[in-house]
């Protein structure tokens, strides 16, 4: 096998190694009131931010984000943090809780 042939061929198993994990995404199970726990995939909770998913249930929900803050295990999610940063991890529950206002990504 020349040194071309090499090179593809790695290039090649490299690319199948690294493109599903680059592709991976985490789930998070979110309850809203009284609503059934629905999901929703994030792009990786190692980098996304509470203020993303927030504004990420925001819009699925079409909810004010001035008038609800995320929690998990009953602990309110600190807005300057990654949701990894924050304590969630892939497959956690997030509960969304009504509040008169909310300053948490605010």
Known sequence: MNKMMKKAL???LLAAVVAPTAMARDTIYVT???KKR?????????IVSVCG???MIARKYRLDEGKFDLFRSGSRLDEDK???????RSS???TVEAVS??????
Do not use: H, R
């Open 10 to 12: 790695c290039g090649a």
């Open 32 to 34: 809203v009131a009284d």
């Open 38 to 46: 629905e999901s929703i995939d994030v792009e990786d909770v190692k």
């Open 53 to 55: 998913l927030k504004q």
């Open 82 to 88: 990654t949701l990894k940063g924050a304590g969630v």
């Open 92 to 94: 956690s529950e997030v």
């Open 101 to 106: 206002y909310s300053s948490q990504c605010n």
